[in-house]
Nanobody
Framework: HVQLVESGGGSVQAGGSLTLSCTTS?????WAWFRQSPRKEREEVAA????????YYADSVKGRFTISQDNAKKSVHLQMNNLRPEDSAVYYC????????????????????WGQGTQVTVS
């Protein structure tokens, strides 16, 4: 049974920064962050393959968000800078996709394991 635990959400003013973290047990080598705001579908944010550091970003966060792994590869982080009100959502960590590719990572249905989510509010 895979457990993912997110942390680091909160409230911040527009232009501010937050860092989200996600740990998993057992260790995973493929991670992603998704987000979901009310009345919207869950959307992709970023993903990383830790074995070769392949990284993908959604266009909406490119240049503002950075996904990274820790040295032990037991957790990933999402550094979010220059936050906007439209970034407000519940952010979910995901691990272990069924298929890894530049397109498939974007589908939430492709990911097997999920955290409980952490709220990010930008005002």
């Amino acid at each position: 049974h895979v457990q993912l635990v997110e942390s680091g959400g909160g409230s911040v003013q527009a232009g501010g920064s937050l860092t989200l973290s996600c740990t998993t047990s057992p260790v995973s080598y493929y991670w992603a962050w998704f987000r979901q705001s009310p009345r919207k579908e869950r959307e992709e944010v970023a993903a990383i393959k830790t074995s070769d550091s392949t990284i993908y970003y959604a266009d909406s966060v490119k240049g503002r968000f950075t996904i990274s792994q820790d040295n032990a590869k037991k957790s990933v982080h999402l550094q979010m800078n220059n936050l906007r009100p439209e970034d407000s959502a519940v952010y979910y960590c995901a691990a272990n996709p069924r298929t890894w590719s530049a397109t498939r990572w974007r589908s939430s249905e492709n990911w097997r394991d999920w955290g409980q989510g952490t709220q990010v509010t930008v005002s």
